[in-house]
C-alpha cells in the first residue's frame, strides 16, 4: 500500500516536542527537520553535479554505526532497540554534523552513536544528513504496534523505513493519549498506528494512538489514483494533503463505475490494521457540507 499512515519514524533527533493529533483527521505523518540549514550550492554544474533530491517524505533515525565504506559510500547501520542491520548510503548531497558544527564522513567511525535525516531515493536509504552526538538527545516517532507485553512493560513497534521491530519501555510516567482525551494501557492493542515521544534510554514519555482496528475516517478530496481491477483508489485528502490508499471492495459496481480520476470524493473508511477499507462513497461531496 502507499498510504503514508501504515509506517514509522524510528528515532528522531529533535528537541522534545508536544505530540498532537486532530480529532476528526486520519492520521498523517509529520516530519521533523533538522534544526541546522543546509548551505545552498551556488553555481552547480547539472553535468557533473549529482541531481537534486525529490523531496519525499523524511525519516529521523537513532543508532549505531557497524561499519563505513567510503569508497562506496555506505554504511551499516543498527538502529536503537533492535539487532537488525540496515544499509543506509550517503554522497556528497549529504551533510555531516558534530554538535551542530560541519564535518565530513571521515569523523564517523565505527561504533559510533549516531542520528540520521533519511529517505528512500531510488529504493534505497539513503541519509541527507547525519548527526554525531556528544550527548545523549531525546526523540519522535511512529509506528505499528506489534504488541505489548505487561510484564516486562514493553512495547514492540514496527518501523516505517526498515519494516524492522523496535523495542520500548512503559513506564509508570508514560502518558497515553487518544483521539478526543486521556488513553489507557488498554489502548495499547496490535496493528495500532502511535506517535511517540521518548528518551535516549528507550522509555517512552508519551503515546498518542492515532487510529486503532475498527476506527473510522473521512478521506475528502481528489481522486488521484483508480485502479478497478485491485479495488483500489487513492485519496489526495485535503486536511492533510496526504495520499491515501482505501480499498473499495466493498462499494457496489455501480458507484465505482462512477468514479474517475480527478474526481472529487468523500469517503468514509474503516482502518483494518493492514489498510483502510472503504465504507460508503459520496460523489458529491460539495452537496453534502
Given at each position: 500500500m502507499r498510504t503514508e499512515s501504515l509506517g514509522f519514524l524510528l528515532c528522531a533527533l529533535v528537541a522534545p516536542a508536544a505530540v498532537s493529533l486532530g480529532q476528526n483527521?486520519?492520521?498523517?505523518?509529520?516530519?521533523?527537520?533538522?534544526?541546522?540549514?543546509?548551505?545552498s550550492r551556488a553555481g552547480r554544474d547539472p553535468l557533473l553535479d549529482l541531481p537534486a533530491l525529490e523531496h519525499n517524505r523524511v525519516t529521523l533515525m537513532g543508532g549505531t554505526v557497524l561499519s563505513m565504506d567510503e569508497?562506496?559510500?555506505?554504511?551499516?547501520?543498527?538502529?536503537?532497540?533492535?539487532?537488525?542491520?540496515?544499509?543506509?548510503?550517503?554522497?556528497t548531497r549529504t551533510h555531516f554534523y558534530l554538535d551542530g558544527k560541519p564535518i565530513s564522513e571521515r569523523n564517523i567511525t565505527e561504533g559510533q552513536r549516531v542520528y540520521l535525516d533519511t529517505m528512500l531515493n531510488q529504493n534505497?536509504?539513503?541519509?541527507?544528513?547525519?548527526?554525531l552526538r556528544t550527548r545523549s538527545e531525546n526523540g519522535v516517532g511512529r509506528g505499528q504496534i506489534i504488541r505489548?507485553?505487561?510484564?516486562?512493560?514493553?512495547?514492540?513497534?514496527?518501523d516505517e523505513l526498515s519494516t524492522q521491530a523496535v523495542k520500548f519501555r512503559v513506564t509508570r510516567d508514560t502518558q497515553i493519549h487518544k483521539s478526543g482525551g486521556l488513553g489507557s494501557e488498554s489502548d495499547l492493542v496490535p496493528d495500532a498506528l502511535l506517535d511517540m515521544?521518548?528518551?535516549?534510554?528507550?522509555?517512552?514519555?508519551?503515546?498518542?494512538?492515532l487510529a486503532s482496528p475498527g476506527s473510522t475516517f473521512i478521506f475528502l478530496g481528489r481522486v488521484a489514483y483508480l485502479d478497478l481491477s485491485r479495488?483500489?483508489?487513492?485519496?489526495?485528502?485535503?486536511?492533510?494533503?496526504?495520499?491515501?490508499?482505501v480499498s473499495v471492495d466493498a462499494i457496489q459496481p455501480g458507484i465505482l463505475r462512477q468514479i474517475h480520476e480527478g474526481q472529487n470524493v468523500s469517503v468514509?473508511?474503516?482502518?483494518?490494521?493492514?489498510?483502510?477499507?472503504?465504507?460508503?462513497?459520496?460523489?458529491?461531496p460539495a452537496r453534502n457540507p
Open positions: 483527521s486520519p492520521p498523517s505523518p509529520a516530519p521533523a527537520q533538522p534544526a541546522t540549514a543546509s548551505p569508497v562506496m559510500n555506505r554504511m551499516t547501520f543498527r538502529p536503537f532497540g533492535t539487532l537488525q542491520h540496515l544499509e543506509v548510503h550517503f554522497d534505497q536509504v539513503f541519509a541527507k544528513t547525519i548527526w505489548f507485553d505487561r510484564k516486562k512493560r514493553s512495547l514492540t513497534v514496527r515521544a521518548f528518551g535516549a534510554q528507550g522509555d517512552l514519555r508519551s503515546v498518542t494512538i479495488k483500489l483508489i487513492s485519496v489526495d485528502n485535503r486536511s492533510d494533503g496526504q495520499k491515501y490508499d468514509s473508511a474503516v482502518f483494518r490494521g493492514d489498510r483502510y477499507q472503504a465504507r460508503e462513497i459520496d460523489l458529491n
